[in-house]
């Protein structure tokens, strides 16, 4: 599975317009998830940092109550799938042009990520978050993106974070590291 954020996004809502899930935020137009909001909005700008938006590669998404297509921006990809109180997306972000990939997944309670460099990343960049997998729970993350510890591969590897902020801070430090290196 692979899908643009926003074409996944678009169908939970339908699935999910009549239904008083809880821990599902509701809105004046019905159901969102904020995690998804947070990713596409807050994270994708980390990520994207430094292209024009009109740069970036479009999709289009039928919806039965438009006539034509809608054009949408990618921001990032849901590769898996999970459920924790409401199915929930397995988020992909890649930047190819500086090689590097992060899928994160969140269940209401801490965020899961895998990193991928083509360098080993400084452990001076990590300081200060638990690099301890033995925690983490990585539901939905397909297989090839589940990763030991940043001990056993610096360029290659998985760990959990607590809070929003802390992920935030961790892909900002990364893409910081990144883009002084390219």
């Known amino acids: ?68 297509p809608i054009q949408y921006r990618v921001s ?23 090689g590097v990939r992060f899928v994160i997944r969140y269940n209401f309670y801490d965020w899961n990520i895998s990193i991928e460099t083509l360098e080993d990343i400084p452990a001076d960049i990590l300081d200060g978050f638990n690099l301890d997998t033995a925690y983490c729970f990585f539901q939905g993350f397909p297989a090839e993106y589940r990763f030991k510890g940043y001990n056993e591969n610096n360029s290659k590897f998985s760990m959990c974070v607590g809070n929003s902020y802390a992920l935030y801070t961790l892909i900002w430090l990364i893409m910081r590291w990144v883009r002084k290196e390219r």
């Open 1 to 68: 599975m692979k899908e643009q954020l926003q074409a996944w996004y678009l169908k939970w809502l339908n699935e999910n317009k009549n239904t008083d899930l809880m821990y599902v935020d509701r809105g004046q137009h019905g159901p969102y998830l904020e995690q998804v909001h947070f990713i596409r909005d807050t994270i994708a700008s980390l990520v994207f940092r430094g292209i024009p938006y009109e740069e970036l590669p479009t999709f289009e998404v039928e919806l039965s109550s438009e006539k034509h």
């Open 76 to 98: 990032a990809y849901v590769v898996g799938e999970h459920t924790s109180k409401s199915r929930l997306p397995v988020f992909m972000f890649e930047r190819e042009d500086l």
